[in-house]
């Protein structure tokens, strides 16, 4: 199975940590792989131990959060991924997420 989580970043916060630690965890279970999209680098704290647990963590490369073409990558990235399961979290990262699914399915 194949899981993506979607973030704006990975400060310090409550939502970052879990999940830095959720997909740690998951990670460990034989048959899952985790993939984080990130809208932006910028105070993430957690891409370093997330790479040593063998897990992808992609920026997108407008580094904007709040860019609206960040919808065409996250569809693009979605599409391209071929994830069973896709987890977005916070603003702005939901609407653009949704909206991404939306651009997806017919």
Avoid: C
């Avoid at 409550?14 to 105070?43: M, Y």
């Avoid at 896709?86 to 909206?99: E, K």
Wanted: proline share 3%; net charge positive; charged share 25%.
């Amino acid at each position: 199975m194949k899981i993506l989580q979607i973030i704006g970043n990975l400060s310090s916060g409550g939502a970052e940590k879990f999940v830095k630690d959720l997909s740690i965890e998951f990670n460990r279970i034989k048959n899952i792989k985790i993939d984080i999209l990130l809208l932006t680098d910028e105070k993430s704290v957690y891409i370093d131990e997330l790479r040593r647990n063998n897990i992808n963590v992609h920026v997108i490369p407008l580094k904007k959060m709040l860019s609206p073409l960040n919808i065409i990558y996250i569809k693009n990235y979605i599409k391209e991924g071929n994830y069973d399961i896709v987890h977005s979290h916070l603003f702005p990262s939901l609407y653009w997420t949704s909206i991404a699914k939306r651009l997806t399915t017919n």
